[in-house]
């Protein structure tokens, strides 16, 4: 039984052009695929190289050198772009629908990523997140005019995220010789608790508190307000600038995708990537729920690369006729965290699984590498 024999696939639709998205049309590319019609439809009308983006704050790298244009790209590589955000997918009908058209395709492959999660925290969807680019260009701008004023700020979050952002901002200050107030409040009892890593925790903490970070943990926050934290025991920590880095969420069209199941409002796949039941939609990235062989994927960009191979591979079988048979292999899975993290002052964090943990300028060196080197010269320059 073979469902796509003789199927000649004529039009691919790829929502999302981040990590995955982008990935997915440089592996078809690169395997020298041309008997199909693909087109990119992208909120944003750039890639945006997120994962170097924290030093965006402190004038390390520059917004331009993380980003990169689609259109320039679709020149490069012969492929269909539309910016615009898709509201609705609707997997039985084969249709994806934007404001004001839609688009019917043959294979689709859905790699919206994730969006800022404020888990209903009053005041907090108007404080600054620390997610974009975009965001960490608001944050310097807003440093800059505070930086006369021996400042507080909040940073609110703890994961890889927040605690890069508060390094960052330690750096700003550091190059101008001006003092800051810097605090980062957690609810859970750790810092980085998505990271199962004792080392790694301790460690981190030591090295932000020697910088003359605050870090608070164990304590929830209630409410964002203009000039104030408040946790949920009601102490409130005042604070003239507030951030948060509070965790991630599914995009919004994970909800809107007529036929797909969610798992904790993410959309779930199959071992092969394929949206669970459907044999011509994937969904990979942040924006999906990979669980395989009890191993769940972690949200990270060097996974959502990953998944990218999988799904061309895929791509390429249907366009030979074949069943879609690829496997994917989780190589960022959750209970073994593998992660690079800058703390600032040159100096980056290496976990490796949940024992290894190694501070210094080497790791530095080996983040900015991938991070920036790596992830970008996957474009023609
Ligand atoms: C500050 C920061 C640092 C990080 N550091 C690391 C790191 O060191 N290593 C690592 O591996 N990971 C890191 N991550 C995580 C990593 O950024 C994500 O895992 C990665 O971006 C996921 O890739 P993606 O392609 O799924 O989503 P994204 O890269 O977010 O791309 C999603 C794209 O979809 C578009 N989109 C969204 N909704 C729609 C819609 N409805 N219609 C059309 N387009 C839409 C968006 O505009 C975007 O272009 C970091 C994340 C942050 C925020």
Redesign the pocket.
């Known amino acids: 039984m073979t469902l796509w024999k003789n199927k000649t696939v004529k039009r691919l639709i790829i929502?999302?052009?981040?990590?995955?998205?982008?990935?997915v049309i440089r592996q078809l590319v690169l395997r020298g695929i041309s008997n199909m019609q693909v087109e990119l439809?992208?909120?944003?009308p750039?890639?945006?190289n997120?994962?170097?983006?924290?030093e965006v704050i402190s004038e390390k790298l520059s917004p331009e050198a993380l980003r990169y244009d689609l259109k320039l790209l679709s020149s490069y590589w012969d492929f269909d772009l539309t910016v615009?955000?898709?509201?609705e997918v609707n997997l039985d009908e084969k249709i994806v629908r934007l404001e004001n058209s839609q688009r019917s395709y043959d294979v689709l492959v859905v790699?919206?990523?994730?969006?800022p999660n404020f888990y209903n925290v009053k005041g907090a969807g108007s404080a600054v997140t620390?997610?974009?680019i975009s965001d960490?260009e608001h944050i310097n701008h807003k440093l800059k005019q505070l930086a006369s004023d021996h400042p507080s700020i909040i940073v609110v979050g703890a994961g890889?995220?927040g605690l890069?952002?508060a390094a960052e901002i330690k750096d700003f200050f550091s190059s101008l010789k001006k003092e800051v107030e810097l605090t980062v409040v957690e609810k859970m009892e750790n810092v980085l608790p998505g990271f199962e890593n004792q080392l790694a925790r301790r460690m981190a903490t030591e090295a932000l508190a020697s910088r003359g970070i605050r870090i608070i943990t164990g304590r929830g926050v209630k409410q964002v307000a203009e000039d104030r934290v408040i946790l949920e025991d009601g102490d409130e920590l005042e604070s003239d600038f507030t951030i948060w880095?509070g965790g991630?969420k599914a995009?919004?069209?994970a909800s809107n995708i007529r036929g797909a199941s969610l798992r904790d409002g993410y959309v779930e796949v199959d071992q092969r990537l394929l949206i669970k039941g459907r044999s011509d939609a994937f969904a990979?990235?942040?924006?999906?729920y990979v669980s395989i062989s009890g191993s769940v994927a972690?949200?990270?960009?060097?996974?959502?690369l990953g998944q990218a191979v999988t799904v061309a591979k895929n791509i390429s079988s249907i366009l030979k006729g074949e069943e879609p048979g690829t496997t994917h292999k989780i190589d960022?899975p959750l209970d073994f965290p593998k992660?690079?993290?800058s703390l600032g002052e040159g100096k980056a964090m290496l976990i490796f699984g949940p024992q290894y943990a190694s501070i210094g300028n080497v790791e530095y060196f080996m983040?900015r590498r991938?991070?920036l080197d790596e992830m970008m010269s996957r474009f023609p320059s």
């Not at 790699?111 to 969006?115: K, P, Q």
């Open positions: 929502i999302g052009g981040g990590y995955a998205g982008t990935e439809i992208s909120a944003s750039f890639f945006e997120t994962i170097a983006g924290t615009a955000r898709v509201k790699a919206t990523g994730s969006t620390g997610y974009r960490f890889y995220v890069e952002v880095s991630v995009s919004d069209l990979i990235g942040d924006v999906a972690q949200k990270m960009a060097a996974e959502a960022y992660v690079l993290l983040k991938i991070d």
